[in-house]
Nanobody, 119 residues
């Protein structure tokens, strides 16, 4: 089991920045991949950024160059630094962890944190 707790959401003006945090109850060394997803009202949940061992990172085209995912294994925390925020970034942001077990995997989710970009 893994408990994930997000924080750092809020209201920000267009062009502003926010940093989201996701604290894991389990050592991030034992987690195969972590990611941030988001879900806007009326839309499907979408992958924003992911990080795996290496670390290897990947981003949705819509956030490349503006968002940065990172991990602090000493704190068991993954971050999402968001810059140059746009109104279309408004969504609930969810932290996700994947643990591979044998030939399968388990996925864990946080409760989400609201990000609102508005003037």
């Amino acid at each position: 089991q893994v408990q994930l707790v997000e924080s750092g959401g809020g209201l920000v003006q267009p062009g502003g920045s926010l940093r989201l945090s996701c604290a894991s109850s389990r050592s991030t060394f034992s987690i195969n991949a972590m990611a941030w997803y988001r879900q806007a009202p009326g839309k499907q949940r979408e992958l924003v950024a992911s990080i795996t061992s290496g670390p290897t990172t990947d981003y949705a085209d819509s956030v490349k160059g503006r968002f940065t995912i990172s991990i602090d294994n000493a704190k068991n925390t993954v971050y999402l630094q968001m810059s140059s925020l746009r109104p279309e970034d408004t969504a609930v942001y969810y932290c996700n962890a994947i643990i591979v077990i044998g030939r399968g995997s388990n996925a864990y989710w946080g409760q989400g944190t609201q990000v609102t970009v508005s003037s």
